[in-house]
């Protein structure tokens, strides 16, 4: 959006994405590679400007979930190397080699497929076979260890790949998996995902492939267990600050987003005055009402009825239905138009994390961010910070309310 007129707008601190990568990046050896996972638009912070924190962190290799997440990094001028992190449709496996793109693999019949979009795209022009002398497809091959999600699980699958993967125009970068659990204090589970990942590594080898790079880790493994670390790390939740801090209290990673409204509207209403859609709400007794301009357009979902925000420093409930444009929230006390609401991050002494408001919605935090849509704000301003005020201008001080009731 190139002009905002709102009040609503997400705050992002790229700074803070950098130092989260680079203490990453630090307490790692040097062997070990490092992925910033940036797909759907950086977890909502922005992809270019996250591409960009990565670089300046000493990131290796870019991650994205879609071939037009590579192309729009590549667009905007992100040298990198990119992995897609799941397949594409063969036909663009070109196009994905011309912008040095890797993809990821999963079984012979995608390389089959994209032979065959090779052949017709080439008999056109004069019947012959187009000759691959563009660079050559560099790929990952996913295992599916036990995610359940994409990836070969047997030995005939693998044997059936190999062929294509020694082929002169493909190379055969990397071999990767992922895990299911890595959240869980309980890691059991990911023990078993990785022992069975490294047996499967083995098949490369009796293959002759040697040169793969072996990647396991997600954000929340790579901090728990930098043992599994392999040849690559791929950092995506953490960058942003999102890690289990119980699980891995040693990192101290900070939140990059802050989530930043004003009421459009606050008033004093009296008992039995309902609120919002279906009269979802009523008052109890004499209560102030804050109206905030955010809404399920704008990616704060219904699922956060119930749920905080800050105003003056302070708690508010979000009550009644959640609009698409708007909220309203049951104020601590008189308030007018204007005055500042933070729905993520800190206000005077108070805090909401973007984790404690996800998991009153039971959701994961990266959920909040990446699912602000396009008529969220972002604001990358560097001296935005200076606009937190300080405790003295967030304390409480009751207000005239300009619209009289
Ligand atoms: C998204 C993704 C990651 C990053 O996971 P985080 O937990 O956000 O760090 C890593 N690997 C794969 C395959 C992914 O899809």
Redesign the pocket.
Known sequence: MSAAYRDTRADVDTAAIRRNLSKIRRRFPASVRL?A?V?ADG?GHGAIESAEAALAAGADML?V?LLEEAVELRERGIRLPILV??PVPPRYAELAAALDIRLTVTEADWFRQREEFRRQSGAPRGGGTRTPNGPPLRVHV?LDTGLGRIGLRTREEWEQIVPWLKREDVVAEGL?T?FAT?GWADASFVKKQYERFIRMTEWARSSGIHSALLHCC???S?LRFPEMSLDMI??????YG?YPSALAPQWELEPALTLRSALIQAKRVSAGDTIGYDRAYTARGEEWIGTVPIGYADGWSQIMQGGEVLVGGRRAKIVGRIGMDQLTVRLPGPCRAGDPVVLIGSQGGEKISCAEAASRAGIVP?EITASLTGRMQRNYEPEFGSEALTKEEYAWKPKQNVLRR
């Open positions: 992925m996972v797909k977890y991650g979930a992190l799941a996913k990767f992922h890595a997600g954000s929340a790579s791929r950092i995506g939740a953490a960058a999102f990266q």
